[in-house]
């Protein structure tokens, strides 16, 4: 299995001035992935708790985490941003981010 992927770059600038991403030709790749998450929208995806098992959620479909690390319920399973507080700020879930990656870089590093 594995995500089939297209790199992209920035075409040239419409009429508005903004310049869109384009397909670079002859550019596609393949990820080696178990599993994929998307990261669109405003809640949680309903698949997350459907597809990984022991994961506590809460009962509008927020994944629960310690605050502290981003840590779900599943040992190495990392989560923040709209997935557990739902639709919230840019910041708020890039906060998230820094926070889990910090804890993820720790938990790989405890595995080595």
Known sequence: KGMECIRM???EPDASG???PVEVPGSEFTLDVDC???????SPNPLIKSTTEGLETQKWGGIIVNEE???????????GGDAVTGAATVILAMGA????ATAIDQYIQSKA
């Open 18 to 20: 903004r310049r869109r």
């Open 9 to 11: 770059e920035l075409g």
């Open 97 to 100: 981010g820094k926070t889990a």
């Open 36 to 42: 994929v998450i998307m990261a669109i929208g405003t």
């Open 69 to 79: 690390t981003g840590l779900t319920s599943r040992e190495g399973v990392y989560a």
